[in-house]
């Protein structure tokens, strides 16, 4: 599965690729502003007629001009394109996720949010900044070279320390401090969300105390890092600094003894000392910008971690289209979560001609939830699983999953309203197929307009599992997998939605998933199945 | 716009005074060096000559910059922690059942958006105010005309800038409140990741995703837009005034009216007056998402703390539950709890019993009525619920070891009264004690997690002196063969204490000494039987 952005990433490089020229020209623009002026005021002290000095008048007004505007049409596009990239990236780790569920639980998924937003400054602080500031660097480098090549050469060299040297020296000395920050800072906001969320247990058992402390120590590793990051990133600036004044030193020690020889004119003299001051300006923002760009690796490294998360249900090379019937017949089904050791189920063959129901019986762990999770292709499988003949394998899992519905035992309730939490199974549903579904599944006496909280916390928890059966029942599919959708529900209540439930299926195939005793005749929904299955006694699932 | 430092902040964060002072002083220092550097560089171009003490007063710089980055880096980390901390304090104090989501990001990513405020803004901020006055003063004493320039221009800075400052910050504020809005719901979508999938919704969700974040994003280069705009003119004023300046000294020393020397220091003087100015303003940004950040996390950390009461010395006895109401529109309750007794609370789902066990632990603060204890009056502190064994619908387990999840139970349990724990619920049936969980106890099934909340029940009865037990169905997950088991080892635990377990399951009900049935309230019968508990 893959969402289509409607833009491609042209638009994205083609920003980037105008905030560096927009940024570049705007340092050129700086440049320019102090030799100018430096020539102007040299070749002034001279008193030649003032019309001798007007180019040289305009020229400075327009530098000055230039460089603000250009430096805010930088800024609004860099922007743009970072909040672009962020929106892409995010919803690439989305749809990574989707296709991962429900295999992996998004374990540390607020720190996969942040890395996202690591990627997108990456660009904005850290390359941008550095091709810019390369560009206006290596304009005042030629220029010095074309007045007096020696204060060029000496120019070139502090560039070279100040702008390259002096970051892969804070860079360095930052990495292994930054690495262990990264990973403490991703500890730290994962335990500290597991402590908010986890509260009631902390508080009711005391524990919250203890809990605190432990982040407190968690915390204090962090600050301890970003300290000794702290001696590092200042050395980097420090030098930045020191290589600018050592420019303007040079350029000093090169241009005094030319003018004494007659080898440069004395106007220019001036032109050359000030130009670094202003080269250097540009090139103060790059120690910042490499430390960005090492924060930034760090945060795409998580990024591909989930990118690159092995798939448990892989979608065939070329899907076959639907086939026409419903029959679902299982043979020899074998299927093992990614990283699990073992197979957490081996199925016993099943054949579920249209509109037949079966009850799958077993012992908790028994794989059971498993065979659902194949039927709704979350997870590949081995042996033969065919829906009208066609391999469930061959065929495109959303196809699979307009025909086949799934209802699991620990469902999933959105923030939002309860006819919102229904309607996602149709989204084109009217209220009173909602209220209808809803009623059905014995969940009558909610009102539309509800809301559920949080993590369905408003309501309780078999209301819960009602709202998700309406969900199961408004989907308009011909074979229904429930799975243990009365783990919730009191005995007397889930006998009476489970009867309300096969009824209300109709002609539909019901595959129900269940850990009810199966003792035939004394339990009234069982008279409503055709067949009852047990899975076999391999407890793998862990 | 809003002051640029909120005072708060030093009163909840202790080494922020401090750390002002060694910006103020550090800024200072940089602010002679400029000066000097500008004098020494005139004289040497004018001259001219190779001066040895501007070698001096360039390293003196360098030295500078590098301690203001060392000692903004180093305090920015120790402010954010302590505020950090404080907020984990007070949110944890008094909320444990609010939005998780929102304050989560308030206390890792709010707190954070904190660091380049106190790192590059502040310090930028005292360099700001201290460098143009200095600077204006020495341009003042060597040539009024071009100090003119300056003083005339500097001031449309500051005031352009909070003209549109004013206007970017409260679009800045509702721009942090939607960020917060959306990375709760991102966090709520992929929780339910599985249910949109199984109803082909997940695609239509990442569609939705990114319509919500091209909305986020344009809103946002909205207010940008603005906020740069305070930053065009900032540099506007700058250059412009810089460029006037060149072209003013230039021509009045064509006239001779003024020395070359003078005219340079003149020159590179001026563009420093406006640097702090303009790298304060590349900052305003982080300084106007640190501030309102700040505001978030200052008015939570201001919110009154509930005065402590005094430690209640709970009274054990027969419970009574006195026309409690846990939630809105949930009871009133009535019943009773006999000491020593297996209590089991059945109803209809919706009826409030996972409600009135939490008030019973202390973790739903009721909407009216009391509980007595023992005849008196329950205070439901921590000293009550010492005394308590507490397990949840949907326990939560923690990212770390099965025994680690257990022993959270009895802080500092010795291993052996883990293991002890864990046998007696049969969590060693389904794993070992060494099995490392994700977050959430991912790697177990519903039914296994709540048996390793079980055993926390199960442990603090072993080793604490735990009278009552609230169980919230404690074998809604289980296999019939399983939850017997469980319900044997269950009674065995509970024998001697009071228990109140909220059940449907027969193996339980068989084995408690009362069963009492909790009847849904509907909104027609309301007023009519105000206490609907019947004890079966």
């Known amino acids: 599965m893959s969402a289509a952005p409607r833009r491609g990433p042209g638009a994205v490089h083609a920003r980037l690729g105008l905030a560096a020229s927009a940024g570049a020209a705007a340092l050129v623009c700086g440049v320019g502003l102090m030799a100018t002026s430096a020539w102007l005021i040299s070749r002034a002290s001279h008193h030649p007629p003032v019309l001798y000095l007007m180019v040289a008048i305009v020229a400075v007004r327009a530098f000055g001009l230039g460089r603000g505007v250009l430096r805010y049409a930088e800024r609004v596009v860099a922007h743009d394109a970072a909040l672009r990239l962020l929106a892409r990236t995010r919803v690439r780790i989305f749809v990574r996720l989707a296709e991962l569920a429900p295999a992996t639980r998004p374990g540390s998924l607020g720190a996969v949010v942040g890395n996202a937003e690591g990627v997108a400054d990456r660009w904005l602080r850290g390359v941008l900044p550095m091709v810019a500031a390369g560009i206006a660097a290596a304009t005042a480098v030629v220029l010095e070279w074309w007045i007096l090549p020696a204060a060029g050469a000496v120019l070139l060299g502090a560039v070279l320390a100040g702008g390259v040297l002096a970051p892969v020296v804070a860079w360095r000395g930052a990495r292994r401090a930054e690495a262990r920050g990264a990973e403490g800072r991703a500890a730290l906001s994962a335990r500290t969300a597991e402590t908010l969320d986890g509260l009631p247990e902390l508080v009711a058992y005391g524990a919250l105390p203890g809990r605190l402390e432990q982040l407190r120590r968690a915390d204090a590793a962090v600050v301890a890092a970003a300290g000794r990051s702290a001696w590092t990133a200042g050395l980097g600036a420090g030098l930045t600094t020191l290589a600018g004044g050592s420019a303007v030193l040079g350029a000093l020690a090169a241009g005094v003894p030319a003018v004494r020889d007659g080898r440069l004119d004395a106007v220019l003299l001036a032109v050359i000392v000030l130009t670094p001051l202003a080269a250097f300006e ?83 762990g028994s794989g059971k939830s498993t065979l659902a999770a194949v039927l709704a292709r979350f997870l590949d499988y081995r042996g033969s699983v065919t829906l009208g003949g066609t391999e469930l394998r061959d065929l495109a899992a959303d196809d699979v999953r307009s025909v086949i519905g799934l209802c699991g035992q620990d469902a999933h309730l959105f923030d939002t309203t309860v006819a919102e939490n229904v309607r996602l199974a149709r989204p084109e549903a009217s209220d009173d197929e909602v209220a209808d579904a809803l009623r059905r599944a014995g969940a009558g006496h909610l009102g539309l307009g509800v809301r559920v909280g949080e993590h369905g916390t408003a309501v309780s928890g078999g209301e819960r599992q009602r709202i998700a059966l309406a969900r199961a029942l408004l989907a308009d599919v011909r074979i229904l997998v429930l799975d243990e959708p009365d783990a919730h529900l009191d005995d007397a209540t889930a006998t009476t939605v489970l009867t309300d439930l096969l009824r209300a299926a109709g002609s539909r195939t019901v595959l129900l998933v269940s850990h009810r005793a199966a003792i035939p005749g004394a339990d009234p929904v069982l008279r409503h199945v055709d067949e009852v299955v047990t899975v076999g006694d391999q407890p793998r699932n862990t | 716009m809003p002051t640029p430092f909120d005072r708060r902040l030093a009163r909840h964060a202790r080494s922020t005074a401090p750390y002002l002072l060694a910006c103020v002083l550090l800024g200072a220092l940089g602010a002679g060096c400029v000066l000097a550097q500008a004098a020494l560089l005139a004289h040497a171009v004018a001259a001219p000559a190779f001066p040895a003490a501007l070698a001096a007063v360039i390293a003196l710089r360098a030295l500078l910059v590098w301690g203001q980055e060392v000692v903004a880096h180093r305090a920015a980390a120790g402010v954010t922690s302590q505020l950090r901390a404080g907020l984990l304090a007070r949110v944890t104090a008094d909320r444990p059942g609010a939005r998780s989501g929102e304050l989560t990001a308030l206390v890792t990513r709010g707190v954070d958006a904190l660091d380049p405020y106190f790192s590059r803004y502040l310090p930028q901020l005292v360099l700001a105010l201290l460098v143009p006055v200095t600077v204006l003063a020495a341009l003042a004493a060597a040539d009024p005309a071009a100090a003119a320039i300056v003083a005339a221009t500097l001031p449309l800075i500051p005031v352009f800038g909070v003209l549109i400052g004013t206007y970017a910050a409260s679009r800045t504020r509702r721009q942090w409140r939607t960020l917060e809005v959306l990375a709760g719901h991102f966090a709520d ?319 339980l009900l068989e084995r408690a000494d009362r069963v009492v049935e909790l009847s849904v309230r509907r909104d027609a019968e309301l007023g009519s039987e105000p206490d609907r508990a019947v004890t079966v």
């Open chain 1, 282 to 364: 540009a090139l103060g923002a790059l120690s910042e910008a490499a430390q960005r760009l090492l924060r930034a690796r760090e945060d795409a490294a998580h990024v591909r971690e989930v990118l690159d998360a092995p798939v448990p249900s892989t979608e065939p090379a070329e899907a076959r289209p639907l086939p026409d019937g419903h029959r679902l017949t299982v043979r020899g089904l074998r299927a093992r979560w990614p990283g699990a050791a073992d197979d957490s189920l081996v199925a016993p063959d099943l054949d579920l001609a249209p509109g037949r129901r079966v009850v799958v019986m077993g012992r908790s």
């Open chain 2, 189 to 507: 979508v992929v929780a339910g990741l599985p249910a949109l999938k199984a109803f082909g919704r997940a695609r239509a969700q990442a569609r939705h995703i990114e319509r919500v974040t091209g909305d986020h994003r344009r809103a946002t280069l909205a207010t940008l837009r603005i906020a740069f705009c305070s930053a065009l003119v900032l540099e506007l004023a700058a250059t412009l005034a810089v460029a006037l300046v060149a072209v003013s000294v230039g021509l009045r020393l064509v006239g001779g009216s003024i020395s070359f020397e003078t005219a340079l220091f003149v020159l590179i003087l001026a563009p420093e007056a406006y640097l702090p100015l303009r790298q304060a303003a590349a900052q305003f940004h982080a300084g106007q998402e640190g501030l309102a950040a700040a505001d978030r996390i200052l008015g939570l950390l201001d919110e009154p703390v509930p005065a402590p009461r005094p430690v209640s010395s709970p009274s054990r006895g027969d419970l009574r539950v006195e026309a409690l109401a846990p939630r809105e529109a949930v009871g009133p309750f009535s019943l009773d709890v006999p000491e020593r007794a297996i209590t089991a609370l059945t109803g209809p789902s919706g009826a409030g019993k996972s409600s009135l066990i939490g008030a019973l632990a202390g973790l739903v603060t009721p909407v009216s009525g009391r509980i007595l204890s023992g005849g008196v009056q329950v205070v439901a502190d921590d000293a009550w619920r010492r005394g308590i064994a507490w397990v949840p619908q949907r326990p939560f387990l923690f990212e770390g070891t099965v025994a680690e999840n257990i022993a959270i139970a009895v802080p500092e349990a010795p291993g052996t009264a883990v293991s002890r724990a864990a046998e007696a619920v049969g969590v060693c049936t389904f794993t070992t004690l060494d099995t490392r969980l994700g977050v959430g106890g991912e790697g177990l099934s519903a039914g296994q997690r709540h048996r390793v909340a079980l055993a926390r029940a199960a442990l603090r009865c072993d080793l604490l002196d735990t009278w009552l037990v609230l169980l919230d169905e404690p074998t809604a997950h289980l296999d019939v063969l399983t939850e017997v088991a469980v319900a044997e080892a269950l009674t065995d635990l509970l024998r001697g204490r009071t228990a109140l377990v909220a059940t449907h399951r027969r193996a």
